[in-house]
């Protein structure tokens, strides 16, 4: 597949120690993106990465909230959250990005999920559907149309991203090796958002043969 070096961007999804496995929040096979993902970067002449960024006391961490477990749903300000184990809490090695992620060839690297709050998934939009990161803001002003979309993890922040990515206007391509879900079921669940919005599904080495 050509690129079009000056309007697509390459969107690497909180490729974080806390996702792999052995992790806070380990997806399954989730180190399996890093070497894919390093590899696309030498494809793509410009690339920016999300990373999570939690304060120690989130309002997703199961922890805060007593009685609770992680993978339980509650409700928050803005609806329904599910809870997670305490994950990329700012200034962790968790938090960090892999250190085996090319990470030298990102031009921004774009934090959320920092208000206690709110959670963030997308990296548009917070959990609340209503604050802004100001990456559309930041993509907009450099030209970017095409973002494909690789990271961690499906169903959540990878597929969160590409969707609003997709309703903003950008056209929308997720690389699907160079992703991993922590469920079937959310993956899934993700597909089928992300197919009806419009976003294309490839294989990296559609990007890589030529
Ligand atoms: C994520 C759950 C909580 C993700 C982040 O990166 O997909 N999932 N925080
Ligand atoms: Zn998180």
């Not at 690129?3 to 380990?26: C, H, S, W």
């Not at 990465?49 to 922890?63: G, I, M, V």
């Not at 604050?131 to 450099?142: K, N, V």
């Amino acid at each position: 597949m050509p690129l079009r070096p000056e309007t697509d961007l390459l969107l690497a999804v909180d490729v974080q120690p806390d996702f792999m496995p052995g992790g806070a929040l380990p997806v399954p096979e989730g180190d399996a993106v890093v070497p894919v993902i390093n590899r696309l970067l030498g494809r793509f002449a410009h690339a920016v990465a999300t990373q999570d960024w939690h304060p120690a006391a989130h309002a997703s961490f199961a922890s805060q909230h007593p009685g609770q477990r992680p993978f339980a749903s509650v409700t928050l300000a803005y609806g329904a959250q599910t809870l997670w184990p305490d994950h990329c809490v700012q200034g962790t090695p968790g938090a960090e990005l892999h250190p085996a992620l090319d990470a030298r060839r990102f031009e921004l690297v774009l934090r959320k999920g920092f208000r206690a709050a709110i959670d963030s998934y997308s990296g548009f939009r917070e959990n609340d559907r209503q604050t802004p990161t100001g990456l559309h803001a930041y993509l907009r002003e450099r030209g970017f149309r095409r973002l494909f979309v690789a990271g961690l993890a499906r169903g959540y922040c990878t597929d969160y991203t590409a969707e609003d990515a997709a309703e903003l206007g950008y056209e929308v391509v997720l690389v699907e090796d160079a992703c991993r879900g922590i469920t079937p079921e959310a993956t899934a669940a993700g597909t089928q958002r992300l197919r009806e919005r419009g976003v294309r599904f490839l294989r990296s080495e559609a990007l890589l043969a030529g």
